[in-house]
């Protein structure tokens, strides 16, 4: 069954500004598209839902606008937009040739700054885009030295600094396929990756700051250069200033001064649409990460659309969001380039102990237009009292923030502290696509708590438990047409049998991502959590975001993780973890407080059983909160069958979670006194 969600909000928290929606990039497009375009129902170019509703009924028409408009420079033309509607397999713009490393390098301005590099320590540097454009050069013509041809593979064991940036589209502009991770990622890890594709090249530095400390990477670099058997080269980059010793390897080293210094002219090849451009990785919480492969053409046209049309990015501005390079918004970041806008590349923790607020301070400093993080840096500079406004950011128009639900209460701190003027766009995602399937736009008002708006060309709906589409109730996240950035396959799965699996086993020809969600009727989404950790208390489904929203707004818990496990004898018991802020116990008073928050902001029923401190909560590399793993441990299941400690952010605390379930079947198996459904109050 489906659990109506009553709007608490029923008043948009912030409407644009009238005269500074009509000028947006995306009101623009919508005039066009009316005018060039034939696109039915737009009577106001502001008229955001018009926009949408067109942009799914006329898939074929939304997208080849999106392709005239941003005037896409094509070698060869296509012979249709959408050859083939199907999931999965949609055929997309076939006959086409392009570039997306033509693209990213053809809007930049030659003498402004095309990517600002910072870190936390304040420091930064600048590289125009004529700059970029010469080192790109250089570095293709260093990777086509070293053997790099269409079609191999190019991977990067690097921080999120200029380097990867360079390497990445130097890659992609001779056909190449890229892959990147962070460097906290242990050399196993990477090579879980890695070594599925059969690289030739490896770019890796010498190492990455985080909270003060540099962490010296050399060794992990050449173990993992060992682990990869097909490697001709590993390309070596001095960044964090330590030396790399010399002599005694198995493979070519090329220091990353010799390929990216020479004097080359940038010749660019054309490839099909549906090249392959990245490889991506899943968390690889749960087995060996799968690749993720994503094509030229489709992420081209997705992230001008996201970039261009929703962040009305341009030339002039400039963003900065936090990530790493393993994340896929570092795919996104990149893409910024395609607008003609700055990027700004970031070394360091977002909250150094030092100084955590030097990313607003950066911010200031550089006139970010577009400031993107996640839900828990915003909670956490609330908690730490951080002041944003004592920075002039005034160039902000846009805080962007995705990796989790947003809870209600970060809005109005956005507005305090921040700016009043301040857009506070939350989107919702995923890897899979490398894009968003909901979030804002210049023409569309928030609502505390809500995503504004389904991404244009997004066909999305919730579903129930029949597949039925629903509205104001919750059901699955399901995208019912096919989107340009779907992946072209997985890697390494030659009959498409995981691809499906994934995506398309629970209902045939229709995507299912994984997230619970409200449609609601004032046109907005609401995200509730992932699915497969659902919490089901009498048969009634309850989304884990609107418990951690309600409790991590209290200044005592840091951090609060629910799961639902159903339990050998029949129980089902539902435990609240949390993270306590400096100074604080846990003690009756605070349970108190907490379940009556959760009673009050929640319901009743999202009360849990028991509310257990723990040191930490374990996350994915990208910071995501390991609820499905996290609920198979406190069910009994070996760790070992769970989870791959190396993709996990403190693999420490699996032991606790892996003990504590452990004791608690023990038990459970033994206590016959409970009914299926029935918890116990603490």
């Not at 949408?52 to 898939?59: E, F, G």
């Not at 990027?343 to 237009?369: F, I, N």
Request: glycine share 10%; net charge negative; with cysteine.
């Amino acid at each position: 069954m489906t659990t109506p969600y009553p709007a608490p909000y029923p008043e948009p928290f912030f409407i644009p500004d009238p005269k500074s929606a009509a000028r947006s990039r995306i009101a623009d497009f919508a005039r066009w598209a009316a005018r060039h375009r034939g696109a039915e129902g737009i009577q106001e170019p502001t008229d955001y839902p018009a926009l949408y509703r067109w942009s799914v009924t006329d898939l074929e028409g939304f997208w080849a606008a999106v392709w005239e408009y941003f005037d896409i420079d094509a070698t060869t033309g296509y012979e249709r937009v959408l050859a083939e509607e199907t999931m999965p397999g949609a055929r997309w713009f076939p006959g086409a040739t392009l570039n997306y490393a033509h693209h990213a390098l053809r809007n930049l301005q030659p003498d402004a700054p095309a990517i600002t590099a910072l870190d936390e320590t304040g420091a930064g540097y600048e590289i125009t885009g004529r700059e970029l454009r010469d080192r790109v050069a250089s570095v293709a013509a260093g990777l086509r030295d070293l053997g790099v041809g269409q079609g191999d593979r190019v991977v990067g064991y690097l921080p999120n600094t200029p380097h990867a940036v360079i390497a990445f589209l130097a890659t992609a502009s001779l056909g190449a396929v890229w892959s990147v991770c962070g460097q906290d990622y242990a050399p196993k890890a990477a090579a879980d990756r890695f070594a599925q594709l059969e690289p030739t090249v490896l770019i890796t530095a010498d190492g990455y700051l985080f909270n003060g400390t540099t962490h010296d990477r050399r060794t992990a670099s050449l173990e993992l250069a060992a682990a990869l058997p097909t490697l001709k080269a590993t390309v070596l980059v001095d960044h964090a200033g330590l030396a790399w010793p010399e002599g005694g390897d198995s493979v070519l080293t090329v220091p990353w001064e010799a390929v990216a210094t020479r004097v080359e002219y940038l010749t660019i090849a054309p490839v099909p649409f549906d090249h392959p451009l990245w490889v991506v990785f899943s968390s690889g919480t749960t087995g060996v990460p799968k690749g993720i492969v994503h094509g030229h053409g489709g992420v081209l046209l997705e992230h001008l659309k996201t970039l261009g049309l929703h962040t009305d990015l341009g030339t002039g501005d400039r963003l900065l969001w936090y990530t790493t390079t393993h994340w896929m918004m570092w795919n996104l970041v990149v893409s910024t380039l395609l607008t003609g806008a700055t990027t700004c590349t970031y070394d360091g923790s977002p909250a150094p102990q030092a100084r955590p607020d030097v990313l607003w301070e950066l911010a200031a400093r550089h006139k970010v237009t577009v400031f993107g993080t996640s839900p828990q840096y915003l909670l956490t500079m609330a908690k730490l009292g951080i002041e944003p406004s004592a920075h002039d950011l005034s160039a902000i128009r846009v805080v962007g923030c995705t990796g989790s639900a947003l809870p209600a209460s970060a809005y109005p701190w956005v507005r305090d502290h921040v700016g009043a003027g301040v857009q506070l766009a939350s989107t919702s995602g995923g890897t899979d696509i490398v894009s968003g399937f909901a979030g804002g736009a210049s023409t569309t008002p928030v609502w505390a708590g809500e995503l504004s708006a389904p991404s244009l060309g997004v066909a999305l709906a919730a579903y129930d438990a029949t597949g039925t589409p629903v509205l104001d109730q919750v059901g699955e996240l399901v995208v019912t047409r096919p989107m340009p950035s779907m992946p072209l396959y997985f890697w390494n799965d030659p009959d498409g049998s995981r691809y499906r699996d994934a995506y398309f086993g629970a209902y045939p020809g229709v995507w299912r991502h994984g997230d619970w969600i409200t449609l609601t009727s004032h046109g907005s989404v609401i995200v509730h959590g992932r699915s497969d950790a659902t919490l089901n208390r009498n048969g009634v489904r309850l989304g884990s975001a609107d418990i951690h929203d309600v409790v991590e707004r209290l200044p005592e818990i840091s951090e609060a993780l629910v799961i639902g496990a159903e339990e050998p004898g029949g129980g089902y018991w539902m435990p609240l973890f949390v993270v306590l802020a400096d100074g604080v116990c846990l003690d009756d008073s605070l349970r108190v407080r907490i379940r009556d928050a959760i009673r009050t902001g929640a319901s009743p029923r999202h009360v849990p059983d028991e509310i257990l401190a723990v040191r930490a909560l374990p996350h994915t590399k990208t910071g995501k909160k390991l609820e499905v793993p996290v609920k198979r441990l406190l069910q009994g299941a070996p760790a070992e069958q769970v989870l791959n400690p190396e993709a996990v952010d403190d693999p420490d605390l699996i032991a606790y979670f892996a003990r504590l379930g452990a004791e608690r079947n023990k038990r459970s198996a033994h206590d016959t006194w409970r009914r299926p459904g029935d918890h116990r109050p603490t």
